[in-house]
């Protein structure tokens, strides 16, 4: 379908049971736990990625700061034209 890596995604998604409906995954239920998050009993989350995303969470904060403080600034408004 895709001619790359995105192939492999596509099938092992099948394989395990999802399905393309995105409507059908947003009702689905959510089971949280201490060490995962499984949605419609598919592991979604679990503990071994706890670092990783504190990661990437503390990057994308300390990059929204620095956008604020180049909006407070003036940076962008007069890159922008920003009023």
Request: proline letters at 1%.
């Given at each position: 379908?895709?001619?790359?890596?995105r192939?492999?995604?596509?099938?092992?998604?099948?394989?395990?049971?999802f399905?393309?409906?995105?409507?059908?995954?947003?009702?689905?239920?959510?089971?949280?736990?201490?060490?995962?998050?499984?949605?419609?009993?598919?592991?979604?989350?679990?503990?071994?990625?706890?670092?990783?995303?504190?990661?990437?969470?503390?990057?994308?904060?300390?990059?929204?700061?620095?956008?604020?403080?180049?909006?407070?600034?003036?940076?962008?408004?007069?890159?922008?034209?920003?009023?």
């Amino acid at each position: 379908m895709f001619g790359d890596i995105r192939d492999l995604t596509l099938e092992a998604r099948i394989d395990i049971g999802f399905i393309n409906d995105r409507s059908w995954w947003r009702e689905a239920p959510a089971r949280f736990s201490e060490h995962a998050l499984e949605i419609a009993g598919h592991s979604v989350m679990g503990e071994w990625e706890r670092d990783y995303m504190r990661t990437l969470a503390e990057r994308l904060l300390q990059r929204r700061n620095r956008l604020r403080g180049r909006v407070r600034d003036g940076h962008f408004s007069r890159l922008h034209r920003i009023a």
